[in-house]
């Protein structure tokens, strides 16, 4: 058995495109485990539990907090959001390469709790490419833009935290690099 894969967290601005390029690496890489959140959140119309996020009421994501059960939580939009401990270990002792794709605070976290976790940073081509990004959705009020370019400038300010930066130019690119971090390739 080789040595124990590294778990892999990729983090970064949010509309900087970390689930598409999660997704366009797992339709040609499925071997690597992408972990499962739990949520407060209702389903969206189409999500299944068990395979989107792990729906859960509050007072099992209490528990769930209570017990040390999460590698890292966060709350997001008056909604809970965390990483399952067991899953990830789990995954990782059967020499499974392993990502989450989680946010800033969640990747701080993780950091405290598995020392040896890479943390890989996904940022934008540019600042003006990320606010295009985020209000080209054209589906949130100016306010939430708003909000989400303010909390943008905060998470491009802690790149240097992390041990690898990958710019997201192109999701094919971009995926490659991070499977080869990952030893996928």
């Given amino acids: 058995m080789n040595e124990r894969p590294r778990l892999t967290v990729l983090s970064g601005p949010s509309g900087v495109g970390k689930s598409t390029v999660v997704a366009h690496m797992r339709k040609e890489h499925p071997e690597v485990w992408l972990s499962v ?14 395979v989107h996020y792990f729906f859960v009421t509050d007072e099992e994501m209490d528990k769930l907090i209570a017990n040390g059960e999460l590698l890292e939580w966060a709350e997001f939009a008056g909604n809970r959001y965390g990483t399952p401990r067991a899953a990830v270990l789990e995954r990782l002792e059967n020499g499974e390469p392993v990502l989450l794709e989680i946010d800033l605070q969640g990747a701080r976290q993780v950091r405290e709790s598995m020392t040896d976790a890479q943390l890989v940073f996904l940022a934008p081509p540019s600042w003006e490419e990320l606010v295009r990004r985020l209000t080209g959705r054209g589906t949130e009020p100016p306010e939430v833009i708003e909000r989400r370019l ?16 990958l710019v997201n130019t192109s999701v094919e690119d971009v995926a490659s690099e991070l499977l080869a971090l990952m030893d996928v390739v």
Wanted: avoid cysteine; hydrophobic fraction near 25%; charge should be negative.
């Fill in 37 to 50: 959140s739990a949520t407060t959140r209702k389903p969206r119309p189409g999500e299944q539990h068990g």
């Fill in 150 to 165: 303010e909390a943008a400038r905060t998470e491009l300010a802690a790149e240097p935290e992390f041990d690898v930066t």
